[in-house]
């Protein structure tokens, strides 16, 4: 079973910046891949940026070249640094993971709880 915890939402102005992170449980999975996603109320969950373990990084358009996505793999740790954050911006973010399993289909996705992520203008 792989834990993730997120941390580091919070209220900021139209402009400002945030710094999410989420760390990931040690377990027997190797993690594929982690990720952010978010969702604003009413909409459906949507890809922010992705980091793979070959150090690959996949980002939605509306947030390129304003966010990005690292990883520290001593402690197993993916952040997103959200910076010139809009209106837009404003959902509910989630720490994703891709790990290998045993059993088809082979790989599996976890979830954090969510960080609540709110810009003001």
């Known amino acids: 079973q792989v834990q993730l915890v997120e941390s580091g939402g919070g209220l900021v102005q139209a402009g400002g910046s945030l710094r999410l992170s989420c760390a990931a449980s040690?377990?027997?999975?190797?993690?594929?891949?982690m990720g952010w996603y978010r969702q604003a109320p009413g909409k459906q969950r949507e890809l922010v940026a992705v980091f793979t373990r070959r150090g690959n990084t996949n980002y939605a358009d509306s947030v390129k070249g304003r966010f990005t996505i690292s990883r520290d793999n001593a402690e197993n740790t993916v952040r997103l640094q959200m910076n010139s954050l809009k209106l837009e911006d404003t959902a509910v973010y989630y720490c994703?993971?891709?790990?290998?399993?045993?059993?088809?289909?082979?790989?599996?996705?976890?979830w954090g709880q969510g960080t609540q992520v709110t810009v003001s203008s």
């Open positions: 040690r377990s027997i999975f190797v993690i594929k891949a």
């Open positions: 994703n993971a891709v790990v290998v399993t045993t059993t088809p289909p082979y790989e599996d996705n976890y």
